[in-house]
């Protein structure tokens, strides 16, 4: 199996870790594990392997399903990976909405074709003729994550109803990665929730700010969750046992206080981003969640070119848009806090105010 070299990590590699300031992390800012119990008794694996039965019931009532429609996961990049593994083989096909976050196109175009289908600039809105018009006999797997990385776009329960009833009416799944969903104030309800040809899959990464826990789960039709889990023993065979100990706090007793927080934060770091991308004239979708797609500054050939001369001149990351497909663009991560947005968008307004 080949497959592309994922540009947006090897770009962190080369930059993140010398650099003063990270405007390109597109979560919410960690939350400190002293606001948890951290003990979960004996370091084994998480038995039965694909979690807790009770824990999984649990989450499964989420989506209106069971505790055997629920795989718990080493975050949402496992999760996908499972999904894609256990659905598509070589003579398949999947239709993946784009821009996206490279492994939801990378990993199927590594086993199958895959057609994209681009949002339509510049509200990045999704014309659902045009899935259709890529679906074949083959096509096994529809992908859409909602709200959208990197735009921000957070497609509306009528538009995403009217994906799944294409991908059902060509006995297709609809896979939705649905991790940034919980920052909006007013969620629609999940895919996997939708019926038989829905499945969800997200974690506690972006909108709990709790991404070292590495835990997440699929949602969806017990056959597919089945062969999500035959294939979990050749990956991470258990999600850790500390994610699933503190993810039953984070979405129990905390989960609320959690939300709340992390949705101010959201909503106050993107008030000063919209004030930054008005003053210096640039554009973007206001977004849903804690990422901006933002036009490039006049005096810079592409987004590549901006987001090295701020690095270097300035010490601070961001992401060029040609990781997602979209060269005049480059992505803005504003979940960090506030004071550390502010001085790293002052550092940036150096860099186009120079230009």
Same mark, same amino acid.
């Given at each position: ?6 540009? #947006?990590?090897? $770009? ?91 492994? #939801? ?107 070292? #826990?590495?835990?997440? $789960? ?12 035959? $294939? ?49 004239? #640039? ?73």
């Amino acid at each position: 199996m080949d497959i592309a070299e994922f540009g #947006l990590e090897r $770009w962190f590699g080369e930059y993140e870790h010398g650099a003063d300031i990270m405007l390109a992390e597109s979560g919410i800012r960690p939350l400190d594990s002293s606001r948890f119990d951290t003990d979960p008794g004996e370091l084994n694996y998480v038995i039965p392997t694909d979690g807790d039965p009770e824990f999984r019931a649990a989450v499964g009532e989420r989506y209106d399903r069971g505790a055997d429609e629920v795989c718990f996961t080493c975050g949402t990049q496992e999760a996908n990976l499972l999904v894609f593994l256990s659905l598509l083989d070589a003579e398949d096909h999947a239709v993946v909405v784009t821009p996206t976050y490279q492994a #939801l196109q990378a990993v199927p175009e590594s086993i199958c074709d895959v057609t994209t289908v681009d949002l339509q600039e510049p509200a990045w809105t999704l014309d659902v003729d045009a899935v259709a018009d890529a679906m074949r006999p083959e096509t096994k797997l529809v992908v859409l994550n909602n709200p959208n990385n990197p735009t921000g776009r957070y497609h509306d329960e009528a538009v995403v109803g009217e994906l799944y009833d294409v991908a059902a009416a060509h006995d297709a799944y609809l896979l939705c990665d649905e991790v940034y969903r919980l920052l909006d104030d007013e969620p629609i309800p999940p895919v996997a929730s939708m019926g038989d040809h829905g499945i969800s899959t997200t974690s506690l990464t972006k909108a709990y700010g709790l991404a070292g #826990l590495r835990f997440g $789960w699929i949602a969806g039709p017990e056959d597919v969750v089945r062969d999500a889990v035959r $294939w979990k023993d050749y990956t991470t065979i258990s999600p850790p046992i500390f994610g699933q100990h503190v993810a039953r706090q984070a979405l129990g007793e905390q989960e609320d206080a959690i939300l709340q927080e992390n949705r101010e934060l959201a909503a106050t770091n993107r008030a000063i981003v919209r004030e930054f991308v008005h003053e210096h004239g #640039l554009d973007w979708y206001d977004p849903v969640g804690v990422n901006g797609f933002v036009t490039v500054p006049d005096g810079f050939a592409d987004g590549r070119e901006f987001c090295v001369r701020v690095v270097e001149a300035e010490s601070v990351v961001l992401a060029p848009g040609d990781l997602f497909g979209f060269p005049d663009y480059w992505r803005l991560g504003f979940g960090l806090p506030t004071d550390e947005l502010e001085e790293g968008l002052e550092r940036v307004s150096r860099v186009i105010e120079s230009a």
